[in-house]
């Protein structure tokens, strides 16, 4: 089945303490994308990333990395969390553009 | 640069009611248009996409028309049923970039999202 996994879906950590959200997907996309859902602000792109070793900032980078080591993973690690990262994040892939995203199913993230 | 203004919510209705959700956008170029849904608890899926001027995106009885001279893409539904219940995002992507092999891809920009509840 095709598909984007992310993990953790729930996960509660400390401000400070070092986390990586874990993204893969199986469709062999070039185009991966991490995105923040707030409520009244709809969805916004944090990083995104048109191949291996090739990314780039998207509209909220700040207190955010990524790396693109492989084409079917994409982290996202936030080295030392903000109690204002606490969101709900989606990684998605696209093949290419009209053809529509791949979503995975969230992570949502409480920093305290 | 891009935007997508939605209709805001939310948006409560009756099952079988018609439903129409409003959405206009600003781009350069010539984007690809899409509503996505997000169910309870879920991630986003893509519901419909229309690539060029006057494509109609049709799936589940939603329907979207891609209109270039009001630049908008309405998301309507004859009859809605109660599980229909979600939360509903318009999106354009604009290609801003293209590969080597000359695929072009583009950022999702979207809307606020509308919540639709439709009762019994």
């Known amino acids: 089945e095709a598909q984007v996994t992310q993990n953790p879906r729930y996960l509660i950590t400390v401000t400070g303490k070092k986390l990586t959200v874990t993204c893969s997907q199986n469709m062999n996309h070039e185009y991966m994308s991490w995105y923040r859902q707030d409520p009244g602000l709809g969805l916004r792109q944090i990083y995104y990333s048109m191949n291996v070793e090739v990314t780039d900032k998207g509209d909220v980078p700040e207190g955010y990395k990524v790396s693109r080591k492989e084409k079917r993973n994409f982290p996202l690690i936030l080295e030392s969390p903000s109690p204002n990262q606490t969101s709900l994040y989606f990684c998605?892939?696209?093949?290419?553009?009209?053809?529509?995203?791949?979503f995975g199913s969230g992570t949502r993230l409480t920093v305290v | 640069g891009d935007s997508v203004t939605q209709m805001e919510g939310p948006v409560t209705l009756s099952e079988e009611a018609f439903l129409t959700i409003n959405c206009t956008y600003t781009?350069?170029?010539?984007?690809?248009l899409f509503w996505y849904v997000q169910y309870p608890g879920e991630g986003l899926q893509l519901l419909l996409k229309a690539t060029k001027a006057d494509d109609k995106g049709s799936n589940k009885g939603f329907e979207a028309t891609y209109r270039k001279e009001t630049t908008s893409f309405h998301l309507e539904k004859g009859s809605v049923q109660v599980s229909d219940s979600a939360v509903y995002f318009c999106?354009?992507?604009?290609?801003?970039?293209?590969?080597?092999?000359?695929?072009?891809?583009?950022?999702?920009?979207f809307g606020q999202g509308t919540i639709l509840t439709v009762h019994p």
């Open positions: 998605a892939s696209s093949f290419m553009t009209g053809h529509g995203y791949t």
């Open positions: 999106a354009l992507s604009a290609p801003i970039f293209a590969n080597a092999g000359g695929t072009s891809y583009g950022k999702l920009t």
């Open positions: 781009a350069t170029g010539y984007p690809s």
